[in-house]
């Protein structure tokens, strides 16, 4: 992969492309007097898109307005269509009963800032992953509820108009649900079995599952619900981003997704069961107990792969998020013990 451009480069590229093709009118009133764009400053979010905000500042009808935007920049070439998916899903996505950015322009020729990219609404706030450094637990109380309602809220909304995005369009059933997981998880643990790891057991107990994914009722699921995707204004929840992984689903998977992430941070991994009890008693959706913990087993095994994957072949991701891809590959092997211990004991 090569490196990306310095963030003076990028403003300077970002600036002379918006006004030579018209395209800062996607971005501020037409009637405006452009008066600068900022110098970008990259954030800390997501492990394979490069994260920026970047104020653009207007004079509109006299007064002076500053305007936060998203720059998300594409460096990973093996997806895409990773670029437009993400895109097209947050503009059908506007109509969700959560806030969700709005999306301004994509960009895919490469030439312009050395990979594909979008600009996008910026929610205001930090993400969760900042606030817990200075919360107190009656912020953890009020920002998980806030949460979990944000949460039911998607999931009990009935969205239409949404499927896979494919190079022939949106395609709404590719195939069924329950093979669809299934196939990830047989992709994931064959990558770990080829790194070396047994995980015989671990397969075992996720096909015994498999009469529970045959459902009858999808939900819209945000598909990667983590500390980096929740912003928050103090202890309020203001949006969801990162909304790449979004599709109908099997709403247990967004709360599995979830707890397995809280488990990485010891400041949320105390709260774990506060966001359980109150998503369970809200969602009021029948055996989605069980689902829950499968969906948290499931994340730890696509992410324990992920983190592998890091290790072995990528040591320029693995050298940005080392640390954090080393909480999660500790994490899977409690999830692992876990489901050994549970077969153990049935068998008993």
Do not use: C
Request: aromatic share 14%.
């Amino acid at each position: 992969m090569k490196p990306l451009l310095s963030v003076v480069e990028i403003q300077q590229r970002l600036k002379n492309y918006l006004l030579e093709s018209g395209k800062i009118w996607l971005l501020i009133p037409k009637t405006a007097q452009l008066v600068s764009i900022d110098t970008p400053e990259r954030i800390q979010s997501g492990m394979s898109n490069k994260v920026f905000f970047f104020d653009i500042n207007f004079i509109l009808s006299g007064q002076e307005i500053r305007k936060s935007v998203v720059l998300r920049i594409y460096p990973e070439k093996h997806d895409s269509l990773k670029p437009q998916r993400e895109f097209n899903k947050l503009g059908r996505l506007q109509g969700a009963p959560i806030p969700v950015p709005k999306p301004y322009l994509l960009e895919v020729d490469t030439r312009l800032l050395g990979y594909p990219f979008s600009i996008i609404e910026r929610i205001p706030g930090v993400t969760l992953e900042q606030a817990i450094k200075t919360y107190t637990p009656a912020d953890f109380d009020k920002v998980i509820s806030g949460f979990v309602q944000y949460l039911v809220n998607l999931h009990n909304y009935r969205f239409k108009n949404y499927g896979m995005e494919t190079p022939k369009g949106i395609i709404k059933e590719e195939i069924p649900y329950d093979k669809y997981i299934l196939n990830d998880i047989n992709r994931s643990l064959s990558f770990l079995k080829k790194a070396g790891y047994y995980i015989d057991p671990l397969g075992k107990w996720f096909m015994s599952f498999k009469k529970q994914l045959k459902l009858d009722r999808f939900s819209l699921l945000h598909g990667d619900p983590q500390p980096r995707n929740i912003m928050v204004n103090g202890a309020k929840v203001t949006g969801l981003i990162d909304w790449e992984y979004s599709r109908l689903g099997d709403p247990a998977l967004d709360a599995g997704w979830t707890l397995f992430f809280f488990s990485l941070y010891p400041e949320l991994d105390g709260y774990r069961h506060h966001f359980y009890n109150t998503y369970y008693s809200k969602v009021k959706l029948p055996d989605i107990g069980n689902r829950i913990f499968f969906y948290e087993v499931y994340t730890a095994t696509r992410m324990m792969a992920f983190a592998v994957s890091a290790r072995d072949y990528s040591s320029e991701k693995f050298k940005e998020s080392g640390e954090f891809l080393g909480k999660i590959q500790e994490a899977f092997f409690k999830y692992e013990e876990k489901v050994r211990n549970a077969i153990t004991s049935s068998r008993h």
